[in-house]
Nanobody, 124 residues
């Protein structure tokens, strides 16, 4: 089992940047595929980015491709989401999630463990 804690959210103007962090408990962090999801008010939770266990493979939603970068540091039990050129439509609660399988899924129901979320608000 793994516990996840996100940090780094906040209020930023359009065009600005934020870096989200997610730290995990436990000694098997490198055994988990990691993902970032977001949920805006009145909308379903959606996939933002995912990263393989080794960190070699990354995947992005079309809406963030070229602006967001996911990375991980396995010795530090951490995964990051660098968000650049932020837009008002990026406003949401951002969650990190962990899954003990090999494939990087984009469906939230595939992920077994979730953090509590961190609010990102982008003003126009």
């Amino acid at each position: 089992q793994v516990q996840l804690v996100e940090s780094g959210g906040g209020l930023v103007q359009a065009g600005g940047s934020l870096r989200l962090s997610c730290t995990a408990s436990g000694r098997t962090f490198s055994s988990y595929v990691m993902g970032w999801f977001r949920q805006a008010p009145g909308k379903e939770r959606e996939f933002v980015a995912g990263i393989s266990r080794s960190g070699i493979s990354t995947y992005y939603a079309d809406s963030v491709k070229g602006r967001f970068t996911i990375s991980r540091d396995n010795p530090k039990n951490a995964v990051y989401l660098q968000m650049n050129s932020l837009k008002p439509e990026d406003t949401a609660v951002y969650y990190c999630a962990a899954d003990p399988h090999v494939i990087v899924y984009t469906t939230p129901t595939r992920y077994a463990y979730w953090g509590q979320g961190t609010q990102v608000t982008v003003s126009s």
